[in-house]
């Protein structure tokens, strides 16, 4: 399983937005789960938001709520992270990755994971940058 950020990162004022897009391929199958991780300079890598492998579901870093929206297209092996609303504080690269682990938000009770633990294949960052 491979997964690759096709495009969406750049250069955006405050209050603007991107959309990033991560392509999954070598697996047959939909259920895998998909996370957004971004990472600034000398900060720790933090997940951003992930979408689980079985029921769709979805969960947040409490920074990004209300602004960014995760989805996914299966027809296209594709994950999306919509960011609206951009802050200079989102500057960072942002890595999308993937785990065949199966993720329900049922059995998790709405929480699935989402760290660096969670996640198996990871793609190459691109970057974002938000000026003020």
């Known amino acids: 399983l491979r997964c690759s950020c096709r495009r969406g990162g750049g250069l955006v004022q405050a209050g603007g937005s991107l959309r990033l897009s991560c392509a999954v391929s070598?697996?047959?199958?939909?259920?895998?789960?998909v996370g957004w991780f971004r990472q600034a300079p000398g900060k720790k890598r933090e997940g951003v938001s992930c979408?689980?492998?079985?029921?769709?579901?979805?969960r947040y870093a409490d920074s990004v709520k209300g602004r960014f929206t995760i989805s996914r297209d299966n027809t296209k092996n594709t994950v999306y992270l919509q960011m609206n609303s951009l802050k200079p504080e989102d500057s960072a690269s942002y890595y999308c990755?993937?785990?065949?682990?199966?993720?329900?938000?049922?059995?998790?009770?709405?929480?699935?994971?989402?760290?660096?633990?969670?996640?198996?294949?990871w793609g190459k960052g691109t970057q974002v940058t938000v000026s003020s």
């Open positions: 990755a993937a785990t065949v682990r199966l993720y329900s938000g049922s059995y998790y009770g709405g929480k699935i994971p989402c760290g660096d633990y969670a996640m198996d294949y």
């Open positions: 070598g697996i047959t199958w939909d259920h895998y789960a």
């Open positions: 979408i689980g492998s079985i029921d769709g579901s979805t």
